[in-house]
């Protein structure tokens, strides 16, 4: 049961805090109890009735009355007790056979509730289960009540007609009787309280273990508004009634002791009637001010971007209710948040597309004809001034790069349109060519050479089932992170090998490699967590923009597929066909414009 009591110090002993329902604590290393003064060690099963602690008060409570006002001997005393236990040890396990006879759905948790039959359950069973645990208090309450009537009858028999006394037999048994029922008045309430208790942390315990949420969203809360505060008051009230009735009692079947006898026997009972009603509004009060802070505490804590589990709901009417709507409320929210997220980041990728088109569109429309001058113009300088001693070198110079500029605006024209319109595919060694044209521009000549790009052919004579424009987008951003961190990080012998395997193209470098867990955090919808880096939006849009074509992006986990180091991206789209091996077919160059001089 060790386990059992950490997982409940866990998950319900946090609802109490010190300075507001006193002190919460671990008796011993064991965690035999985790509420100060309650049970020690605590109830492992329903059938055990009550805690230790409020046994010994059924004890003092039941036993000095008995003594000091009818005095029996010590034989008389040890007789009654004898036969009281052997009353109990017999009729208790027929009473129980009888209520579980009464109640069938308690059978499965009375005598004690093993984690493999819960894990068993059905989610109906599992609603059943948690509506019987409201319902179990009430139910043991007045059955042990009633069952303690009839059991209490051997025992009032030898106190009438076996211990010596000097008032009538009706006197004597109203005597032990009305004894009795102050104890089993104070047994009957006591057990309604703790069974609340022992179900509330129960209920914690398996909702913590097997996740209890859809039981405790399909449950009804089954019982009376007021039951819990009419059974705690009614025990309470008749405590009190009874105990001055057994006062009254003793006045008069010992009319002829003196005052000190009286004033001693009197304050007896009113002190034993306290110390049962204090126990009980102890109890009482220990349960509400728990539950209650229990909801204060989640309240207090609560974080939007955590996807905590629901609040276990308690086997009381009026907290399980508030619980249950409390549960309802925050999910409400998460499921507010959870749109708003994924409106953000929709709004995110339309802009960010949006604007991705102008400014390539612009960049694309206002260069391409200067840059075709500029190229035109280079040529025939070098024609006329490639062997001059001066001006040569600067000549090539303005040719490579005007080459270069060329080559950037080609590829920002692919990203911008289709070969036709209504094509959703295309080659996907032509989307390689343009990615890398773009991909040269945004890195050092020097660095970007000395990165070893690997093309296999089985990936490059793919035709895959999506459009130029969005592939040449996906590989941009895909090769610039890999490119990006061997670079940034001064990876010996940098490689980028895209090959097919398995129905998947795998994006393969030599960096520093990129966890499956990070993968997730870094492109899943979710606000960003206050206190951690700002990360861009590329990889999540590009993901997205992958898992709107109907196609799939994940991270390989490391030691899988040959990997020794770096990250695998491993990009399935929709459609993925074999096409007949050809060379990439490039966007055709225009006639350059000539200026007029």
Known sequence: MADENEMTLRVFGDSFSDGQVGNLRVVDKKRKSIFHGFQEPPMKRLIDFLSPLSWL???????APLIFIL??????????FVVDTIAYSIFTPLSWKLFQKFYPDTRVYLNGLS???????SRAERVQLVES????????????FFASLIKVLPVQLVIVFYWQHSVSNWTQFALAFASSLTTMTYFYGAMFLEAHFFLSRELARLHEKFDFSDAFRDCRIVGSKRDFEFQEGLAL????????????LTILAHHSEGASAYASKLILVGAMSLMLFGRIWYLGTRFSLGSLDQVISRMTGYRPEENRPTLALSSAYHYAQFFKSFNET?????????????????????????????????????????????????????????????????????????????????????????ESSSSLSCHFAEAHHHALNVLKTQFSKTEFDRVQIVLEPEASNLEV?????????????????????????????PELRIRYQDGAILIQDTGTGLSRERFESLTAYQFETPGKIQVGLGLRLTRRLIEVNGGQLQVVEPGSSGQLAGTIMSLKLKTVA????????????????YADF
């Open 57 to 63: 008060f059924v004890v003092i409570a039941g036993s």
């Open 71 to 80: 005095e029996p001997s010590l034989k008389e005393y040890f007789v009654g």
């Open 115 to 121: 984690d493999d039959q819960v894990a068993s359950l």
């Open 133 to 144: 645990f409201m319902l179990y208090p009430k139910r043991a309450a007045r059955h042990s």
């Open 237 to 248: 009230s008749h405590i009190l009634v009874i105990s001055m009735g057994l006062q009254v």
């Open 330 to 418: 925050t999910e409400r929210l998460r499921t507010i948040e959870r749109e708003m997220s994924i409106l953000v980041f929709r709004e995110s990728d339309r802009s960010r597309f949006r604007a991705l088109g102008e400014i390539s569109a612009l960049v694309a429309h206002d260069l391409s004809g200067p840059l075709h001058v500029t190229r035109y113009c280079a040529q025939e300088l070098n024609e006329e001034l490639a062997d001059h001693p001066v001006y040569g070198k600067y000549v090539q110079m303005i040719l490579t790069n005007s080459e270069r500029a060329n080559d950037l605006i080609l590829g920002l024209r692919a990203r911008l349109r289709n």
């Open 465 to 493: 089932g999506i459009s130029r424009v969005d592939l040449i987008h996906i590989l941009d951003n895909l090769y610039k992170n890999s490119l990006g961190n061997m670079i940034v990080f001064h990876v010996e012998s």
């Open 578 to 593: 074999r096409a007949v091996a050809r060379a990439p077919r490039m966007e055709l160059r225009e006639e350059p414009v």
